[in-house]
């Protein structure tokens, strides 16, 4: 069983298009995370969940929308996408927020063209 | 603002070497530190922790230690194998919320 899964594992779209990625978590965990990695493999930190309430919203542009529908549920929208949006996307939980550790998942490629 | 910086960027090193990846942090506030391997066009696999209270973590022939005051944490890879190529990212836990990422070094291991 995929303790963090993703879909879908890449996406191809163009400019201007509306795209959504899902993230779901079977740990019974009470925090979920959007993490984004360039081109450059940097990893930054977009949004954080916890118990399907925001609690950490970095320098993102409002074209991303996060939703939770409930504690094992954290997906990602993402208006009117841009060349500059190309980028791997993680998503992550915790127990807790704080928890020490942290489990990915394997993380969706979105290609802007 | 806490920032993370590995060093080096990227290594290559024939099999059967010992090697130490570094990781240095700015802000020595941390609840915790942990090291990731993360392979190409793959997710992260958690790789060890360490408490901010810890100095050091082995798991097989990984061993990360750390030193909050100074703001240093060290991966020592034992007996290098082709296996262990991968990029390895070191990331901090402050404040008890989201991870802070260093940009990671690129491991190449030739048999």
């Known amino acids: 069983d995929t303790a963090v899964s993703q879909t879908p594992k890449y996406l191809v779209t163009q400019m201007g298009n509306d795209k959504s990625i899902k993230c779901e978590q079977n740990?019974?965990?009470?925090?979920m995370y959007w993490y984004k990695q360039d081109s450059k493999k940097f990893l930054k930190i977009m949004f954080s969940?916890?118990?399907?309430?925001?609690?950490i919203n970095e320098t993102v542009p409002n074209r991303f929308s996060p939703k939770s529908p409930d504690k094992a549920h954290l997906n990602l929208h993402i208006n009117s996408l841009e060349l500059g949006d190309s980028a791997v996307y993680f998503c992550?939980?915790?127990?807790?927020?704080?928890?020490?550790?942290?489990?990915f998942g394997p993380g969706t490629r979105l290609t802007v063209t | 603002k806490q920032e993370v910086t590995q060093i080096p960027a990227a290594l290559s090193v024939p099999e059967g070497e010992n090697l130490v990846l570094n990781c240095s942090f700015t802000?020595?506030?941390?609840?915790?530190l942990q090291w990731f391997r993360q392979d190409p066009g793959k997710g992260l696999t958690s790789l060890l922790l360490?408490?901010?209270?810890?100095r050091e973590q082995t798991s097989g022939r990984l061993n990360a230690s750390l030193d909050k005051s100074s703001g240093r944490s060290t991966l020592y890879i034992a007996a290098s194998q082709p296996g262990d190529s991968a990029t390895y990212l070191c990331?901090?836990?402050?404040?008890?919320?989201?991870?802070?990422f260093g940009k990671g070094t690129t491991l190449s291991v030739s048999s």
């Open positions: 992550a939980s915790s127990q807790v927020a704080g928890a020490p550790e942290q489990y």
């Open positions: 740990l019974g965990h009470d925090t």
């Open positions: 969940y916890n118990n399907k309430e925001l609690i």
């Open positions: 802000d020595s506030a941390i609840y915790n």
């Open positions: 360490i408490q901010s209270s810890q």
């Open positions: 990331a901090v836990n402050q404040a008890g919320t989201a991870l802070i």
